[in-house]
Each structure stands twice: as C-alpha cells, then as structure tokens.
C-alpha cells in the first residue's frame, strides 16, 4: 500500500514504532483481528481481552511515570504507539482510564484510591466511561445540574447523564456532579466520583449514534457512594477534569493515524479500478482531490508531531491541541465528503453490501460529526485559539 | 540530491532569525519600501547588505546552513517585503556545491554572488512546472528561445537557464539576454520574459534529477516568501482586531472575527510546520523529502491565499489603499504561490506518489 512517508526523527522512536508493528501483526492481526470484524459494527472498537493482552505487554499508561507503574516513554514514542495501534484499527477499550482517570488519580487520588485503580488500568483490567454532559450541560459543562448531597459518611447522587461512549458496556463511569448548587462560579460547585455502573439506582439506554456505535443515557436515582469514591475533595473536580484534559492532548494524534488509514484505502481502490475501460486513476479531478486531502494529512500530523515536542519539553500544548482537534475532525468531514465525490454512488454503499467499493468511507463520513463536535465543538476549540493562541478579548 | 546533516541548533536560528529581521528593518524599512523595490539603487545596496552578512552564500556550504536556514531567511525577506533575489543565489551556490568542480563558470559565478557584485536571475523554462514559461535550446554553441515569469531580470547580471539534454539538464550561464521585457501584473516587481538569439553561455552537465530537486527548493523558498509576507499581514490585522472599535467594542470581540483569525493561525501554523518538516527531510537525506515538499506545496498555496484574504477583510478599507502594506503582501504571496506550477502541480506530484504517474508508458 502506497501511504505518505512517515518518518521519525529520532531513531529510539522508529524502533519502538517497528516493535508496535511487528506485535500488532502477531496479537491482533490474523485470527483475532478477523474475529472481531465478524461482530456486529456497533460492538466493535471494544475488546477487553485484547486489552488485558496490552496490559499484560507493558502499553498501557506509556507515558505514566514510572513510580506508578508506567513505562514514562516520550511524548514522541507515545504518538507512535498511538498512531500504529489506530493504524490497525486495534481496540482500546482501557482508553478512558489510561488518558483520563488515571492521570487524574495520580495527580488528584488518595493513596487508597491510586492502589484500587491505577494497577487495575495498567492490566487492561478496568474499563471506564465519560459521565460529563447532560441536557443541560454541552459545551458549558459547568452548569451541570446532575447532584450529590451528603448523607452521614455517604453521598447519593440524582441525575442524568447523557451521550456516553461506551456507557453501556464500561464498568466504571468518572462522574461529574454538582455539590454545591450555590457556588460562584459555577465550576467551583463540582465534585468527581468514580462509581460502578453495576450499582442500585443506575439505569442505562444506549441508543445507536449515527456513527453505528452506542452512546448512552445514565439516570442516577438515590445512587449511594462512599465519601472514598470521591476524586481530588469537595468542589474541587473542575481542576480535576481540567487537568485530566490537559493528560491526554497526545492523544489527538491518533485521530490522524486514523484518517490516514481511510486515505490509503480509498487511494488502493482508486489505484485499481475502471470506469468504462479507462484506469480511474487517470482521472485528473481525483488526482487533484487526492493530492489535495494528502497534503492536508500530512499537516495533522505535523499538528501532532508538535503537540507531543511541546509535552516533551514541558508545555502544555492549550491552543495548539485545539488546532490540532478542529483540524483533524473537519479533515475527516472532507475525506468523507470527497470519498463520496470519488465513489458516486458505491459510495454510499456500506461493507455490509458485497458490491461496495470502499465499504468504509460512508462511515467514515458518519463518524466524522463526532470529531467535530466531541470533546469540545470546533466553536469551543475556536474560542480556546482566540483567546488563548491570539490574546483576543474576550 | 545529496547535503550534508545540519548542525545548527534552535538557538542558532533564532540568532539568525533576529539578525536577519534587525538587518532588514534598519535597512529595507517598511516605508518606502515599494518604491525601493523599483529603484536599481537601493535594491544593488540591500544586496550588499545581505552579502556582507554572508547570507548570499547560503546552500553552498551546509555546515553554515541547511534548507531550514534558507526558509528561515526567505521567510524573513518576504515579511519586510524585500524582493532581493536571494533564493535565485541558494541555488546557484547548491548547484556549485554538489559537483560542478568541472564547470568553472559555475565557480566564479558564485564567488561573484558571495561578494555581492553579481546578481542572479533563474529562468527554469521547460522544467518550471508551468507550461507557459517558455524554453531554449542550444544551437551551434548559442541559447536561443524565449522564458518567461523570470523575477528580478531588471537588476540581474547572469541568467541562469536550463536546456533539456540526452543525458540530462545543461545548465546555461549566460551574462546577457538578447531582450528583457517586463510583464506587468501582480507581481511587483514586475516578472520579465527573456528573449535569447544564439547568445554566447557558460554550460554545465547536471542530472535530470538533481533539476527537478532544484526546481522544487525554489518552490519552497518562494512558499517560504510567502509565508513571511503572510504573517506580517496577519499581525497587522490581528493588531487591528485588538484596537479597532465598532458597536461600542473591539472589533476582536466578536466571534466573527476571533474564529476568522482562528483558521487564520491554524492555517499559518501549518504551512510552517510543514515547510520546517519538509526542509528538515531535505537536511536529513530523506529520500522522500521532494514528497514532503509538494505537501508543504499542496497546502501553503490555498492557505496562505486565504490568510492574506481573511486578513484584508479584518483591515477593511484601512488596508486597502496601495500605499498601505497590505497590498504589497497580498500580490508577494500571490505571486509567490502560484508561480513554477502552483498548487495544481504540487497535487499532482503528490498523486504520482501515490497513484503512480498519471498516464504510464504503455
């Protein structure tokens, strides 16, 4: 397969790169891979064997430091690893406690909380889901609503959650709720908790998102905790759910690896098709489309190269992650837009559908909504650039 | 082509980076600066001027700078938007540099743009990337033909030409063309279209490849110019955002501008990103790096375009009037971008790489 050059300036991380590929073609390429494709779509990307395989190699928490178990690998060997496993399309389904609750634990959890989770995460052996949003609460997240109030030595928590990825499979869900309905600001009334989706009072509805996978509504109704479960005190989870962002900016990078992966396989289809006798690859229109989405591909991923040189030395990348996500979600939106213009009407056709030509893209044009608007819409990533990138007023 | 691995540190281009801008701002100031661009004189003294600092000599040895360096002081010409044909000396010195030790022409040619007495005008011709910028042959010793979208012709005191061969590029040194007419337009100075008529030349024997390499620095250099040009006028429009009041407020607090210049820095930042990445290949003998380039290439034509757009619309009518600077930054980087084949040609080396060549020997 013809794919842009990737090239690593520092030979430690080319290896490591060669070591990822080589254990991909072994443990998850071949008869694992071809099991898990057999599934139905909306139960793929998820594979908690596999990552217990992960964890039992040492890739997960990569870039933890070692006091905590992690292998304290660069920022560079990190976007690596990250990039070959998107590549590959091998599930993560330990993604929310590696990039999320783990370095919040480490820097925010009590030494119980840390003993409980952190060795759990690094086995492959917990799996979490994101409790942020509500009907309320979007982009403006602190105006959550979902509450916890104290009783005796416990918390019961009321509320509503919405649009979990993986909500109806995790066993965990890193909780944001209000405990203190009065505070000014509002952020300063938030409070975290890690509590087990397996527990009385919590009611699950997945619902298919566009994209073919679940995401799911979580109602909590007099949903008991302990005050351990608690993360970082009291009316502190802003800082806590900050910081935690701040832990996984590398990790936009692998969005990049992904959309590569789309490219390549529209471009081996373009290589050997034919329209009415002639190569579709003499085509100068979708030469010129190709070209282009190319280009642009391999600007994401200088965006990711950057992100992981400024965390190696010590900055947080704030507007260049932003940068980096809005780049990569709208790209992705362009791929599927112009793989559609290249396929015409096979395009439309699904892996489902034995004739389709590329039976990815449409999907890939499905998901690319999710880039754009998870995590942070491409206006709230618009903002971050302004005010934080150009010092604009706000 | 082959180069030798950089030396230079962050540290050491910053330095050059401040020299160079420092250099430039005493002596190539942003007033006046359109009227100097036309008077023989002042542009014979900046020439000087960045002779002496030894810039002139750049490419030519690649312990005193990479492609990096050249980037970086091809950026900074195109910010204070002085036109000195310095690319046009990078690759006369990279061409002397990798083996021309035969072709004394070649040798004195470059001590001359070293000390400042010569200046070089590069007409690609055939092998531009655009198929109207003409081409010579040599015919009983003589260049003879016509090339057009030549810059600084008017201040040049070689022309450097290139003429297909069966065993690959002749490179032409000639000291005299038998016309010079400038064609006006967008670009200022105005591009010029040489006449030769059997005119004596200096020749030397490169690979094909080795040209096509060449050509391909010259595109990044002029990206680089442009790049330049561009973030000057978006720091003139984001200054102009932060101190402009309609409604009652500064024009920088509404979202319809904070998300224009938004797209505005992302789009800067990633013509930067990857013009440094594809420079950064060049200087590490990356094979691939001509790939890296035409990505570099691909992206930096539209984007840059629409910066300075996007930036114009900031300004409003404030940027408009030709004695503003705006307008000298919106013809360089047009000009810059579109020449030696623009984004068409970048997208469709890009779909050879990965598409193999658009019509295959049958």
């Known amino acids: ?394 | 082509m082959a180069s030798e691995k950089t030396v230079i540190s962050e540290e050491e281009r910053t330095l050059l980076r401040d020299n160079v801008r420092g250099m430039l701002a005493e002596e190539w100031p942003i007033e006046g600066a359109v009227e100097r661009a036309s008077d023989a004189g002042a542009m014979n003294r900046i020439w000087q001027s960045l002779a002496r600092q030894g810039l002139t000599k750049l490419g030519f040895d690649a312990e005193e700078g990479g492609l990096r360096e050249i980037l970086l002081v091809c950026e900074e010409l195109g910010r204070a938007s002085c036109p000195a044909p310095l690319f046009s000396a990078v690759l006369v010195n990279l061409l002397a540099r990798q083996g021309g030790g035969a072709a004394e022409g070649l040798a004195s040619l470059c001590d001359a743009l070293h000390s400042g007495s010569a200046v070089a005008a590069i007409g690609f011709g055939a092998f531009d990337g655009d198929a109207a910028a003409g081409e010579v042959r040599l015919r009983d010793g003589g260049v003879s033909g016509r090339v057009a979208f030549v810059e600084n012709a008017a201040s040049a005191t070689h022309f450097v030409l290139f003429v297909d061969a069966p065993a690959g590029v002749v490179v032409v040194l000639a000291d005299a063309a038998s016309s010079v007419a400038a064609t006006p337009g967008l670009a200022v100075p105005a591009l010029s279209e040489l006449a030769f008529t059997g005119t004596n030349a200096a020749l030397v024997e490169i690979p094909a490849a080795r040209l096509a390499a060449l050509a391909q620095i010259a595109r990044l250099c002029c990206a680089a110019q442009a790049l330049g040009a561009a973030q000057r006028g978006f720091e003139l429009a984001l200054e102009h955002a932060k101190t402009r009041k309609q409604f009652g407020q500064f024009i920088g607090q509404f979202q319809a501008i904070q998300h224009k210049l938004a797209d505005c820095l992302t789009r800067l930042d990633g013509a930067r990103l990857t013009l440094e990445a594809s420079a950064t290949a060049f200087d590490r003998e990356l094979g691939d790096w001509p790939v890296i380039a035409a990505a570099a290439l691909a992206y930096a034509g539209p984007a840059l375009r629409q910066v300075v757009l996007e930036s114009h619309h900031t300004m409003g009518a404030i940027g408009y009037a030709e004695e503003h600077e705006m307008p000298r930054h919106f013809r360089r980087i047009h000009a810059d971008l579109a020449r030696l084949g623009g984004v068409n040609r970048a997208r469709a080396q890009l779909a050879d790489y990965l598409l193999g060549p658009a019509a295959p020997p049958r």
Not at chain 1, 11 to 39: D, I, K, Q, T, Y
Not at chain 1, 221 to 250: C, F, H, Q, Y
Not at chain 1, 342 to 363: C, H, K, R, T
């Open chain 1, 1 to 394: 397969m013809t794919t842009l050059p990737a090239f690593d300036l520092d030979p430690a991380v080319s290896a490591f790169r060669r070591e990822v590929r080589e254990w991909l073609a072994v443990h998850w390429h071949g008869e694992r891979e071809a099991m898990h494709n057999r599934r139905p779509f909306k139960d793929r990307g998820y594979d908690p064997e596999f990552s217990r395989l992960v964890g039992a190699k040492g890739w997960i928490g990569l870039g933890w430091p070692k006091e905590f178990g992690g292998q304290a690998r660069s920022p560079a060997e990190q976007l690596a690893f990250i990039e070959e496993m998107e590549y590959a399309h091998a599930p993560r389904s330990h993604l929310v406690g590696e990039t999320i609750v783990g370095p919040a634990l480490m820097r925010h959890g009590t030494p119980e909380q840390r003993a409980k989770y952190l060795p759990a995460i690094l086995r492959g052996e917990m799996t979490f889901a994101l409790g942020y949003s509500e009907p309320e609460a979007g982009s403006d997240l602190a105006s959550l609503r979902t509450r916890a109030e104290r009783d005796g030595e416990d918390w019961v928590i009321n509320g509503q959650k919405l649009w979990s990825t993986g909500g109806d499979k995790a066993e965990h869900v890193w909780l944001a709720v209000r405990t203190d309905r009065d505070a000014k600001p509002k952020h300063a009334g938030i409070s975290v908790f890690i509590v087990s989706l397996r527990q009385a009072g919590i009611t699950i509805r997945p619902s298919i998102a566009m994209y073919g996978k679940t995401f799911s509504a979580t109602f909590y109704e007099n949903v008991r905790v302990p005050a351990s479960a608690m993360v970082g005190g009291v009316n502190n989870g802003w800082k806590v759910i900050t910081d935690a962002l701040a832990a996984e900016r590398v990790m936009i990078g692998g969005a990049v690896a992904a959309l590569q992966r789309s490219l390549d396989h529209l471009t081996e289809y373009v290589k050997r098709a034919e329209i009415g006798g002639r190569p579709l690859r003499e085509n100068a229109v979708i030469r010129d489309r190709l070209g282009a989405l190319a280009a642009e591909i391999e600007v994401a991923r200088q965006f990711a190269l950057r992100n992981a040189r400024l965390v190696e030395a010590g900055h947080t990348p704030l507007y260049e992650a932003a940068m980096t996500k809005v780049f990569a979600g709208e790209l992705q939106e362009r791929l599927g837009e112009a793989a559609l213009d290249i396929l015409g009407s096979g395009g439309l056709l699904s892996e489902d559908a034995p004739s389709a030509p590329v039976g990815e893209m449409e999907q890939v044009l499905r998901h690319s909504i999710m880039g754009v608007i998870g995590g942070g819409t491409a206006e709230i990533q618009r903002n971050i650039i302004a005010i934080r990138g150009l010092g604009l007023p706000r």
